[in-house]
């Protein structure tokens, strides 16, 4: 006996049933209508499409040439752990990471030789005003830190970098929602059309960095990207005079992970922005398979600077290449509170204010309004005072390594599921007029036609 397929309903996940009655599939559990090929697309999508396949040729860098080596020495920090190359006439004496001593260990002699360097762009004057600038209108600052950081001491150091270049191929169903809306003189009724979208085809990414140090933080790494690869040259020691660099404890292989997470989720919202017309779209399912996937080594440049402050290190980073600079600042509690009042008590003197105007009189309910209104805008205002202060996040995707004009889709169908509709009572006032406006003529209003918010 040949095996019987199980539908599953894409509104609830509930078994499906075939109804003589209305010659649909039919979920006995929410009572969603469905037609039988829409139902057998869908299932079929989501059954036959394959895992994530995210693999890497991870053979990169070279040899070094033994004239290469010569008057390059290894400095080791005993607090960090860190090893930092500097050539006989540079010279280092601090931990570019941690700022505490260094010692030398020895001569430079093993490690992959890097494909390639990103030479530096922006000189240590250019550094240490884009610091001063950072650092320049931030109202929560405390002035004490200004004057307590040691800008002389910001260091120029190349950060071993692996680069991943990759074909992606992949498959994506959303879930999504059109909706319309209208009333009558007993209800407010809102329509879901609910619909199954596909997207297969494919998409490439080169360059993706991940730094190949363990002392760096990815996440002020990412924070000064992107960098400009098209700029890179053919590596050459001479690059490094002047210049620390450091070694590599991080390896491409281990470097995987992250490279691909910023390609899947930057191949699923180029998906999904493929994705119009409705008033929502909800990520159901993906599977994305690299081709050609192959790792560079290559040295970036950056400007570092480590301070300490009340017991907390600061470390801020500036790209040597295109001079964005990032690093977050400490808040100073007293100016915070001191701004929290002043908004505050304007906020609510500006709200009892307007609410007399327009009633002539101060009541209760108005003392309550401006002290809501007082709070929020107070809230809105410090906190957007603390956003100054913060400018290192995390890049979760690779979209500024997306090649331009790469996406090709092989499939891209939307077929429709199933009908769904919600009816709210509409309460009356005193006055016997609905609790909502009413809709022109009572006709049925379509929902916005925007492109939605992708979630995942």
Known sequence: MAEINEYKCACCGGKLEFNSTVQKMKCPFCESEFEIQAVQDYNNSISQSSGDQMNWETQAGGEWQSSELNGMNVYSCQSCGGQIIADHTTGASKCPYCDNPVVMSGTFSDDKRPDSIIPFKVDKEAAKAALIVHMSGKKLLPSVFKEQNHIDEIKGIYVPVWLFDAEADADMVFKCDKTRSWQDDQFAYVEHNMYSAYRSGKLAFKNVPVDGSEKMDDTLMESIEPFDYSQAVEFKTAYLSGYLADRYDVSAEDSINRANTRIKRSTEQTFASTVNGYNSVNFEHSSVRLRNGKAKYSL?????????????????????????????????????????????????????????????????????????????????????????????????????????????????RDIFLYKKLDKTPIIRNNNGNGGAPPSQNNRPQAGPPVRPQFRK
Request: glycine share 8%; hydrophobic share 45%; net charge positive.
């Open 300 to 412: 970036y440049p950056v400007w570092l600077l480590n301070t300490s402050w009340n017991g907390q290190k600061y470390t801020f980073a500036m790209n040597g290449q295109t001079g964005k600079f990032v690093g977050d600042l400490p808040v100073d509690k007293s100016a915070a509170i001191k701004h929290s009042m002043i908004t505050f008590i304007i906020a609510f003197i500006v709200t009892i204010g307007v609410l007399f105007l327009f009633t002539n009189k101060i009541t209760g309910g108005s003392i309550i309004t401006g002290l809501v209104v007082g709070a929020i805008i107070t809230m809105i205002v410090v906190g957007s005072l603390k956003a100054q202060l913060k400018s290192v996040h995390s890049k979760q995707t690779a979209a500024d390594y997306k090649i331009n004009e790469s996406l090709h889709l092989s499939d891209n």
